[in-house]
């Protein structure tokens, strides 16, 4: 059952593929806000995807985050999410991410509980059209 307050902790390594450099929004070979961005809803969706109604999942629906410090290939982030509000089917999360040694950014995320098969069967009725 999920309650405010659910915490959870992902960490990712930083590689080559996560930079900006790799992935195009940048030309630096440091931790990518993409992969920033990536790590937060992953960090999310583990939270809360074991306790999902059977057939249920999680679709991100808002991001507010900033990107504070840069972290260099080779280093470890650290992702923490915070379930801070259930309204309905929408889920708040605060989170943050951290470097060993420095917060490098954070912020707010909304995801909302879908049916998973209902939701793909609207969009692709949407996109028959």
């Known amino acids: 059952m999920l309650e405010v307050g659910l915490t959870h902790e992902k960490k990712v390594a930083v590689t080559y593929e996560n930079t900006a450099k790799a992935l195009h ?40 985050i900033s990107h504070d410090a840069a972290t260099p290939v080779g280093e470890e982030i650290t992702v923490r999410s915070r379930l801070a509000a259930i309204d309905g089917r929408k889920l708040t999360f605060e989170v943050e991410a951290f470097s060993r040694l420095e917060r490098i950014g954070g912020g707010t995320h909304e995801r909302f509980i879908v049916n998973a098969d209902r939701f793909l069967q609207k969009t692709g009725e949407k996109y028959k059209k």
Request: glycine letters at 10%; proline letters at 5%; hydrophobic letters at 40%.
């Open 25 to 64: 929004s940048g030309a630096l070979c440091v931790f990518s806000t993409p992969a920033l961005v990536i790590a937060i809803e992953g960090c999310c969706v583990e939270s809360t995807e074991p306790l999902m109604e059977e057939g249920c999942t999680t679709v991100g629906t808002r991001l507010d």
